[in-house]
């Protein structure tokens, strides 16, 4: 990398400093603060998910989560993250520490035309999805950018803006798929009224990898429009994006929609997404799909997906309806690995009373592969889920849960079930 990227990525990594030396200088900054800390006991009865031999084990977990909010003049900082460390009674698999969240520090330096945005999120993601889903099978994946934002405004409706950007990718056990992207975007906006705009987006990034095998260089083209009425809000970008290695150049459609809709005690939501995207950053850490990537080799594939979700809080007084609905279909350029899914979450929230509720979930899922010859079975799911949650005193509150999950293989010598249950402690510092 040459060096002048150096130098851009080493002034971007040194943003953290920045911040905090700004936030610590700000009369007015003040956090809002909570934390909980939990102890959790669960119980399986095929704690490795095997078809034949099960294994009983009782897991232990001991977690803390932390939430940090701030909104003043210049700064504004939203944090969200929990560690918890788990063991298990017979050793099914070695101890293990997650920490997941995520967080955003916002700092307006000249007001509405440099800003400076750092944020970070780490998920914990299923490694392979074509095995079960279990904890030698999961790792944390950490995804950081840093990026400033330049604005224009040649006219009262126009924006015009340039975003240096750089982003770091990291796993907890799968090195080879650490990446790093720095690029940025020149972005133009015009307002058509009070309720509706439309723009123009360009957007690069170099992409490199611990092997220069895999370097690629991104290009993104899109045209978007988003409006804003009394109920119904919608936003729909549709372009072109490529990957240009040495010796290969993929293209493709982009297209990336969203929509709600609000409605009395009721909210629809749908987003839908056409991209290309590499094995490194796969999802970007959002939506429902949570899978990473194990292989030995990075590789770009098209990813489109589609999820329908609603919420209700009118089916009674006490209760609250959640439902959503996931298709994701993954065709990827050299790698075997194409696969659909089809996910089904559905969950039942009552307030029985002051100090107890209980909700009751469903999740189904349906996964295919297209190559059957690297030890790749389809598969389907159902979970059933119920839990108790009762608040003990002011800051106490104690959980009980029960879980039961089937899983078929087209191949059957891989079918299993397993039963669950567990109980936590959880208690909140305000």
């Known amino acids: 990398m040459s060096t002048n990227n150096d130098t851009l990525i080493c002034a971007l990594k040194s943003l953290p400093l920045v911040l905090a030396a700004a ?48 909104e003043g003049e210049k700064v504004k900082v939203d944090l969200s993250y929990s560690a918890a460390r788990s063991s298990y009674q017979q050793d099914s698999f070695d ?114 990898f611990d092997s220069d095998l895999f370097d690629y260089e991104y290009y993104l083209y899109t045209v978007n429009y988003q409006a804003s009425l009394s109920k119904l809000s919608y936003s729909i970008t549709a372009g072109m994006n490529e990957s240009k290695r040495t010796n290969d150049d993929y293209d493709g459609q982009y297209f990336k929609a969203n929509a709600n809709y609000k409605v009395s005690r009721s909210l629809f939501s749908l987003d839908v997404l056409q991209e290309l995207t590499d094995t490194s950053r796969g999802t970007n850490n959002e939506g429902l799909s949570e899978n990473s990537s194990d292989f030995e080799e990075v590789d770009v594939f098209e990813r489109s997906s589609i999820e329908i979700s609603y919420q209700s809080e009118g089916l009674c007084n006490s209760c609250t309806l959640d439902l959503s609905l996931m298709y994701e279909d993954e065709n990827y350029e050299t790698l075997p690995r194409d696969n659909d899914e089809i996910r089904l979450n559905t969950r039942l929230s009552y307030q029985w009373s002051r100090l107890i509720s209980w909700d009751l979930g ?69």
């Open 95 to 208: 101890d293990e520490t997650r920490v997941n969240g995520s967080g955003s520090v916002v700092y307006e330096q000249i007001d509405q035309q440099l800003i400076w945005t750092l944020e970070n999120s780490r998920k914990n993601v299923i490694k392979n999805k074509a095995l079960n889903d279990v904890e030698d099978n999961r790792e944390d994946r950490s995804i950081s950018s840093a990026r400033v934002d330049f604005i224009m405004r040649p006219s009262s409706v126009d924006s015009l803006t340039f975003s240096p950007s750089y982003t770091d990718i990291k796993y907890e056990d799968t090195d080879n798929q650490d990446s790093g992207r720095i690029g940025g975007r020149i972005n133009w906006t015009r307002a058509l009224s009070k309720i509706d705009r439309v723009g123009l987006q360009v957007s690069y990034d170099d992409v490199t």
């Open 362 to 430: 469903l999740i189904w899922q349906d996964v295919s592969f297209s190559n059957q010859a690297l030890v790749q079975s389809d598969y389907e799911s159902l979970v059933y889920r119920a839990a108790l949650r009762w608040q003990l005193v002011e800051k106490l509150s104690a959980g009980f849960y029960i879980a039961y999950e089937d899983k078929e293989f087209d191949t059957e010598d891989r079918d299993y079930d397993e039963l669950k249950g567990g109980v936590n402690l959880t208690y909140s510092f305000d």
């Open 23 to 70: 936030a610590a200088s700000s009369a007015s900054f003040a956090l809002d603060l909570s934390a909980t800390a939990g102890l959790q006991a669960e119980h399986s009865d095929n704690m490795t998910k095997a078809p034949d031999n099960k294994r009983s084990d009782l897991k232990s977990t001991v977690s803390a989560s932390v939430n940090a909010e701030h």
